[in-house]
């Protein structure tokens, strides 16, 4: 959605996706989003392959295959965008960015939950294993991973609907 390349924080990319999104599930958690006081603080920051005034980590990811990142730091949180590619603007990826942008400090002050998370996510893999394309796809970028765990299963449709099928062990229902 181009309208997305216009917003400087948070609270303006999703209004956005409130506004634009068919998704009701997209449009359900942005609103809640939307209410956190702190989604105005939220920078968002546009750019492309090449940048070079961008922190280490935003170039690390936007010069390989991420579409985004999210970054934290004592100055606060910053969402990264790839500016140069058609697919970063979908209302699934602003959504997802913001879930990271809103549960990071969390997920870093509680490791535990973390760990729980990151153990639900390797349940999932094993679960799913490779044969499928969504099974390759979360061995390849999600297994292990907390974070982007939680994110997938929440702002992925095909991640959703694929896992209202699994029970708490990872494993099909019967």
Known sequence: ???FSTATNAEELLAKVVAHSSDKALVDLA???LSSP???DIKIVFAQKGDSNLPPVAIRHLNGQSLAVTHSTSDGVTIYF???SPDTFSDTLVV????HAVTEAALDRNPSLRKELESISMAVRYSLGTASEAGNFWS???AGKGNEALAYAITSKEFRDLLSTLAADGKPFA
């Open 96 to 99: 997802h960015e913001a879930l």
């Open 31 to 33: 609103t809640f989003f």
């Open 140 to 142: 390849r970028n999600i």
């Open 82 to 84: 790839r500016k140069d």
């Open 1 to 3: 959605m181009a309208e």
């Open 38 to 40: 702190f989604a105005k």
